[in-house]
């Protein structure tokens, strides 16, 4: 999980109780987000696989700390977005996620600044 902007918007992901262990929800803001739970902790990535442009929520398996792109098995850290299988070669970029009030939010940058 990385740290907080304090220009970053938080953005409601869903409750906490709706994301089971090992699975994966779509956050629909632009570009979209990938938020996962591992074991009861709660990261998030870009959702769209920085080599083909496939949705890793909806088309991706995670396995291991690790989502595999259903298209072209490119293979993403979840915890850090580094890349761990090609063909990608770009890292997916991470945002931070709160729990607040069992609701999980996802600490969205402000358009156009540097994604993480």
Known sequence: MTSQDTTSE???ACA???LPPGEIRRVPTNPPIAVYNLDGEFYATADLCTHGLSSLSEDGYLEDGEIECGWHL???CVRTGAV???PASVPLATYAVRVVDGDLYVSVP???APAR
């Open 10 to 12: 938080l953005v409601r």
């Open 16 to 18: 906490a109780s709706e």
């Open 74 to 76: 490119a293979r993403f």
């Open 84 to 86: 761990k299988a090609p």
């Open 110 to 112: 402000p358009p156009g």
